[in-house]
């Protein structure tokens, strides 16, 4: 008898389509500009090739990790998204219903639909929230106390939107929030002199144009929260992140949305594990679809990867719970596939080159003294393989493994 739910993400894209409104669609699925790097985030990752080993006894997959403290049951988070009641009535209410279903962790934007605090009232599984620093500092730190007091356990402040991209699909659509839809975690802005509606461009009051690495210093002394800069595609901003006081760094490109052109996240996710050496957890996201992409980013350094459309396909297909567990069914498929043991210690060296090409005997010996990473480890069985990609500074992105022709 044929299937009658999804098999895989893909088919929910197209069950949603057909549910969301052509405003909602387009905010959702479109990029910056042509959407070059948008389809690049999703050709690079396939191209990208995996080298399986075998024999290597795969009946045991484990896909747990610990993550910034946190124990989670697989290394697939949700990312940041806004505006999620275009796509479902209850909006982020039922993404978070979902994720807690799971166990999936889930980043809650600052422009959602729905406030911290109603979110953190369903939440069954950790929660991160997103921050876009606001011009108004004090009320930045307002919100960011808002979320440590509501149990939140890391702050993510978005690095790659000093303004929006250039989304011509939500301009062509005049995207806007329909009547009594609002933007409650900015609630109170407008009486700073800030009007909360959403513009454009350089324009849009939510986000600061000025932010540097000060400020990020400044979010890391304010809060008690692990912060997690997102956004970052050069590896010398990982390293600067660091610097500056970051716990964790996140390889992204916000989903091909705003500056087009630049690499797709896989392509500069190995040059960015070099530089990270080990010293924090990597997150990735852009593309993210299936368990082998999962396991293609933890091979090339990511502790973990966000995805953010396809929740919101299953959010707009209003079948959110079954498309999380199928996430972690194909993690299991691609981890055996692939045939590591088990996911295990990442060693606490810097990455060598030849990392992922020791053979069965190899074994993971090291451990972090705060964070445990799941990680194709030495024992590791998979070889990832790039061709030609255009990497950060537009040179092949070097890696063990990876052959440039
Ligand atoms: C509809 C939509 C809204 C988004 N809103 C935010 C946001 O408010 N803050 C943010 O940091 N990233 C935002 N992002 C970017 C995601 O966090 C993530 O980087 C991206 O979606 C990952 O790529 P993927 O959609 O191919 O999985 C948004 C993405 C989408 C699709």
Redesign the pocket.
Known sequence: MAATLPVNLHEYEQLARAAMSEMAWD??AGGGGDEVTLRW?RERLDATRLLPRVLRDVGTVDTRLTLLGLPLPFPVLL?????QRLFHPEGELATARGAGATGALYTL???ATTSLEDVARVAKAPLWF?L?VQRDREFTLELVKRAEAHGYRAI?L?AD?PVLGARDREQRRQLELPPGMELPNLRGLAGRGDEPTFQHGSRNPFLDPSLTWKDVDWLARSTKLPVVV?GVLHPDDARLALEHGAAAVGV?N??G?NLDTVPATIDALPAIADAVAGRAPILF????RRGVDVVKALALGAAAV?????Y?WGLGAALRHRHLQLGHEQLHHARAGAAPRALSTRPAEAPRRDHWRLGPGARSHHRYSDFNLPHVSRAAAVTPQSFGAPGVGAQPVPFGGVVPV
Do not use: E, W
């Open positions: 905010y959702m985030n990312a940041p998204t806004g505006f934007s600052t422009p997103q876009y993510v978005t939107t997102k992204s916000h989903g949305r996201d852009g593309g993210v966000m995805i953010g459309r396809p919101l």
